[in-house]
């Protein structure tokens, strides 16, 4: 059964998109821990990331970098944090998140809820500096 993720880069279901290539897609968590939270996934659906093989995860990491330094130049925060923790979707992803504190990643902290508006403008800028 394909995951959620699966019918997001399918077009099954609606994203934010941030950034795509042929193997990488970046897009925006729609329950955000901060403004910019962004997922980046691999297209191929494995579960666990460090299932991939060696190319596949440098690949992820390398896109993933990208999507980081877009974030930054996008978002105001000190830095980009990284997490990768794989319980809740059963499909690799790696949660980008803008921080100014460690505290910043606490998963267990309430979500952001933001609008459509909201999610559009921050995706928007996110896109325009990975592009630039």
């Not at 997001?8 to 910019?36: M, T, V």
């Not at 970098?65 to 105001?76: C, F, L």
């Amino acid at each position: 059964m394909a995951t959620v993720f699966s019918k997001i880069i399918s077009g099954e279901i609606p994203s934010y998109k941030i950034a795509e290539d042929w193997n990488h897609l970046a897009f925006l968590d729609i329950n955000p821990l901060r403004l910019g939270h962004t997922l980046v996934i691999p297209k191929k659906e494995i579960d666990y990331i460090f299932d991939m093989d060696d190319d596949a995860l440098a690949g992820l990491m390398q896109f993933s970098k990208k999507v980081a330094k877009a974030i930054k130049s996008a978002v105001p925060c000190k830095k980009v944090g990284v997490s990768v923790i794989g319980l809740e979707v059963a499909h690799t992803h790696i949660h980008l998140v803008p921080i100014d504190a460690v505290s910043d990643m606490n998963f267990a902290f309430p979500k952001l809820v933001l609008n459509d508006s909201q999610l559009s403008k921050v995706s928007t800028q996110i896109r325009a500096a990975f592009n630039s």
